[in-house]
């Protein structure tokens, strides 16, 4: 299996633009979550999905940020607008509820940086 | 809420000696605990994943204990080589949803 993928790797992109990240998770896993990562406050879990539905949005900063799941193997997560403070590294992971270990597997990751 | 603190926050060893993380967390009612590895610029890397039953796990130099009534896990690298230079991160898990609870890293440099 090829992994988790994530697209673009890197975005820059100005204030006030949307920015749009994807995910395609491994084949077969029903869980995916988005995480993001700053220097300040580490890896923080902004949204995961079980089955396509989203289970927990509390960390999803404030309303410019939007995520969704339209079938098994896709993902987006949306910035509209971006802000300079939304500069990260933000990473996608999934895993398979039946697995006992329940282990997260990451994507690469998308550097973002707004100017 | 679950925290989970690592320490010391940095590391710098010379080639060949043993490597020890220290990780806490503060929840006890954990479903397992993981550590894993990050390279600079780079995504996570899994190492070791150690279930709630389990008092321990082990992959080549690797070992991590976990003592879930004190709150501790620890990851042990034998025989430290320039390569294991990277941040490590204690991550637990205490949602059966998968909810993850991570530490801030502890950032090893090992010298030639």
């Known amino acids: 299996d090829a992994g988790v993928i994530q697209s673009p790797r890197h975005e820059v992109t100005e204030m006030g633009q949307e920015v749009t990240l994807r995910c395609k998770p491994i084949?077969?896993?029903?869980?995916l979550f988005w995480y993001r990562q700053t220097m300040m406050r580490g890896l923080e879990l902004l949204i995961y999905f079980n089955n396509n539905v989203p289970i927990d949005d509390s960390g999803m900063p404030e309303d410019r940020f939007s995520a969704k799941m339209p079938n098994a193997s896709f993902s987006t997560l949306k910035i509209q607008p971006s802000e300079p403070r939304d500069s990260a590294v933000y990473f996608c992971a999934s895993s398979l509820l039946s697995d006992p270990t329940y282990e997260q597997y990451f994507g690469p990751g998308t550097r973002l940086t707004v100017t | 809420k679950q925290e989970v603190t690592q320490i010391p926050a940095a590391l710098s060893v010379p080639e060949g000696e043993n490597l020890v993380l220290n990780c806490s967390f503060t929840d006890s009612a954990i479903y397992n605990l993981q550590w894993f590895r990050q390279d600079p610029g780079k995504g996570l890397t899994s190492l070791l994943l150690i279930q709630s039953s389990q008092r321990e796990q082990t992959s080549g130099r690797l070992n991590a204990s976990l003592d879930k009534s004190s709150g501790r896990s620890t990851l042990y690298i034998a025989a430290s080589q320039p390569g294991d230079s990277a941040t490590y991160l204690c991550?637990?898990?205490?949602?059966?949803?998968?909810?993850?609870?991570f530490g801030a890293g502890t950032q090893v440099v090992v010298t030639p």
């Open positions: 991550v637990s898990r205490t949602d059966s949803w998968g909810k993850l609870q």
């Open positions: 084949s077969g896993h029903n869980s």
